[in-house]
């Protein structure tokens, strides 16, 4: 751990700046602050050796999920933690989920702000080696991802990548199991990538495909023929839908695991390779085994390293990364010119369940990028499944309140259950509530108070 310990502060609430410095510099922090998130990323720019970054969540401007999210993106080593007087569990659990080292309940309590900047501290050193480590063995840059999921994903894939462990990757269709398959792959240093689609292949061609067969060893094998497995040496072999490897040729599937050897169909001689198996599923490897369907040793030979991807709408913070990359990818490919999103489809798009995962977002994608009436791709240029009417979930069901609340309670209490529902999107907070932004601003800082210190 390092001796040095910089801190920045994000507030617009002057008083509270003030207090929250005087404690941590009366701990032995060197402080650093800003006024905004803008503010923050212009400090950061310049360079600033920064280690923890401790931020209000609601600010004009950029506000701290904004600061997150660019955070994340240019400085994830710096641990992030966010200050919320409406921390209610679901925002929390968000902000957490989006990459947030911590969050911070106001009025802030002393012992549990110092408690938690010193654990931010710790992990700093951690998360610069993971950086640095990330840095040197290269994942793709097309590899997009920065929720907290995707980002422990592609450290488990930096940290497998170098050895000749199998690994299983599970996933709904469309998460990026090719994907990350490739990626580990990229960052091994092996040569060659070979896929093979298990569920493309007539079971009874499935074994001399995989491990070649020997003249004569059936009608039409007019000549000795290698398999994938040789061809991968030295490589890769992607062997996607692995259940429906045919039952018979499991063992000779988990033997190669075991200690890379195999034979050409019709012939004896043992053979070796090299080659590296990353298997993938889209279904429940459990229930495959239940049905007999897959042999139990060997999803457990499979099983050593596990990736499961979770499904986009699980990381919904990954849409606009995704949907950033995936339209410039678009637009090179089918050679159109480059849409942005406007901020009604973003939130549309970030807000639907996406059963299609990524591959559904990048065909929606194409087909607005080709379609859209203006220059920026909007709500209207996506089709009425998404984003249209669907009241944002959170319900907006007039609550069981207990008859005894003050009119400030239920104002209150209505306010933060529409921002829930909104997702945060204080744009689109107001306007369900019928009132602009920047009254909707004042409101919940006077509902946040000028939150006292509490030793
Ligand atoms: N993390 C990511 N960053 C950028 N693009 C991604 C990412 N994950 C997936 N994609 C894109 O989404 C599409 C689907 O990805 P991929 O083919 O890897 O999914 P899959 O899980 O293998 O799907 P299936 O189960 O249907 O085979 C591809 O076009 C891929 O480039
Ligand atoms: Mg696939």
Redesign the pocket.
């Known amino acids: 751990m390092s001796d040095a310990r910089r801190i920045l502060i994000v507030d617009d609430d002057e008083s509270q700046l003030r207090l929250l410095r005087t404690v941590l510099e009366a701990d032995g922090w060197t402080v650093r602050e800003a006024s905004s998130g803008d503010g923050a990323v212009a400090l950061l720019e310049t360079g600033a050796e920064i280690d923890v970054i401790l931020s209000d969540l609601i600010m004009p401007g950029m506000d701290g999920r904004g600061l997150l999210a660019a955070a994340l993106e240019r400085w994830p080593e710096i641990p992030f933690i966010i200050m919320t007087a409406y921390a209610s569990v679901d925002s929390a659990v968000e902000l957490l989920h989006a990459g947030a080292f911590h969050y911070l309940a106001k009025p802030i309590k002393l012992p549990e702000l110092r408690i938690i900047v010193r654990r931010a501290i710790e992990s700093t050193e951690t998360r610069r080696e993971l950086v640095r480590l990330r840095r040197r063995v290269g994942l793709p840059s097309?590899?997009?991802?920065v929720s907290r999921q995707?980002r422990e994903i592609f450290e488990t894939a930096i940290r497998v990548a170098p050895t000749a462990t199998p690994v299983l990757?599970t996933?709904?269709?469309?998460?990026?199991?090719?994907?990350?398959?490739?990626a580990i792959h990229a960052a091994s240093g092996r040569t060659n990538f070979v896929a093979l689609?298990c569920a493309a292949i007539p079971p009874s061609l499935f074994e001399s495909e995989l491990f070649g067969f020997k003249r004569g060893a059936f009608t039409d094998a007019r000549r000795d023929h290698a398999g994938l497995a040789e061809v991968a040496a030295g490589g890769t072999i992607f062997l996607?839908?692995i259940p429906e490897v045919p039952l018979d040729t499991q063992p000779k599937l988990l033997r190669f695991l075991q200690d890379g050897e195999f034979r050409r169909l019709g012939d004896n001689q043992v053979r070796k390779s090299d080659a590296r198996v990353i298997a993938?599923?889209?279904r429940d490897p459990a229930g495959e085994i239940a049905a007999g369907r897959l042999r139990e040793d060997l999803f457990y030979r499979l099983n050593i390293v596990l990736i499961h991807?979770p499904p986009l709408r699980e990381r919904a913070v990954?849409v606009p990364a995704?949907a950033d990359?995936?339209l410039k990818?678009l637009a090179d490919r089918y050679q159109l010119e480059h849409a942005d999103l406007s901020p009604d489809a973003l939130a549309a798009l970030t807000a639907y369940h996406w059963p299609g995962?990524?591959?559904e977002?990048?065909n929606m994608l194409a087909r607005a990028l080709a379609l859209r009436a203006g220059k920026v791709i909007t709500v209207r240029d996506l089709p009425t499944t998404i984003g249209r009417g669907a009241p944002a979930a959170g319900g907006l069901e007039p609550g069981a309140e207990p008859a005894t609340l003050t009119l400030e309670e239920v104002e209150r209490r209505h306010i933060l259950r529409v921002l829930e529902g909104a997702r945060g999107n204080k744009l689109r907070a107001a306007q369900i509530l019928g009132i602009d932004r920047s009254t909707l601003h004042r409101k919940l800082k006077q509902l946040e108070g000028v939150a006292a210190l509490q030793p």
Request: charged share 30%.
């Open positions: 097309d590899v997009v991802g995707m990757i996933g709904e269709t469309g998460t990026g199991k090719e994907v990350v398959a490739r689609n996607d839908e993938a599923t889209n991807i990954d995704l990359h995936l990818r995962n990524i591959r977002l990048e």
